[in-house]
């Protein structure tokens, strides 16, 4: 098991073009979460999937984010009509989902930088 | 809504030497999770700790131990014999038992192990 994996680790796009982000969990993990972390802040709650069905998101998803899990496996994050204030570091996590153990796995993230 | 608040932007300790960092809460939950977590630079975010809310002993994993005061909804990190490696930012984060089980980040605190 290799732990969660994201793809890319880097994204540099103007402002308005769409970009659509990847992550891979842990193996079996029923739970993936998407995080949001700007510069000197902690990250913050985007979006919650258990299995292949989107459960909660945050009001800082607007309507141009759009979140997919379509297998229950990986999961993509795609921003439409990108801002510069969409510029961040987007942390993807996995969790078993079993009650027994919650720890949230994180990837490495995707850093964004829109110009 | 919960809130996590970390009031030492910065620390720095000494090699070898013991540092605490601090952090609170505000909650209306009773049956929670609370966590340290790590995020060397530029690597990504790492499970230092986690503390059961309903368990009255603190947690311990080998250098790194918490004082937790439920009461006063406090979550302080110990890190003991402090070494080059712990050179870090580190997050206290809030997770509610039940629902999306969301973690709710503080700002982080900026730990320096000089040499």
């Known amino acids: 098991d290799t732990g969660v994996s994201q793809d890319p680790r880097h994204k540099i796009t103007k402002r308005g073009q769409n970009v659509t982000f990847r992550c891979d969990p842990i193996?079996?993990?029923?739970?993936l979460y998407w995080y949001r972390q700007t510069l000197g802040q902690g990250p913050e709650f985007l979006t919650y999937f258990q299995n292949e069905a989107q459960l909660e998101k945050s009001r800082l998803l607007s309507d141009r984010f759009s979140a997919e899990r379509p297998k229950g496996s990986f999961s993509t994050l795609e921003i439409q009509r990108t801002e510069q204030g969409d510029s961040a570091m987007y942390l993807c996590a996995s969790s078993p989902g079993t009650k027994k153990q919650e720890t949230q796995y994180f990837g490495p993230g995707t850093r964004l930088l829109v110009l | 809504a919960q809130t996590v608040t970390q009031s030492q932007p910065e620390m720095s300790v000494q090699e070898a030497e013991t540092v605490t960092l601090s952090c609170t809460y505000d909650t209306s939950e009773n049956n929670y999770y609370l966590f340290w977590y790590k995020q060397p630079p530029s690597r990504q975010m790492i499970l230092v700790i986690r503390q059961e809310a309903y368990k009255q002993q603190n947690a311990t994993e080998n250098r790194f131990s918490v004082n937790f005061q439920k009461a006063a909804k406090s979550f302080s990190l110990k890190i003991s014999d402090s070494q080059l490696g712990d050179t870090a930012m580190y997050f206290c984060?809030?997770?509610?038992?039940?629902?999306?089980?969301?973690?709710?980040f503080g700002k982080g605190t900026k730990l320096t192990v000089n040499p």
């Open positions: 193996s079996e993990h029923n739970r």
């Open positions: 984060a809030f997770e509610a038992r039940g629902g999306s089980e969301k973690l709710v």
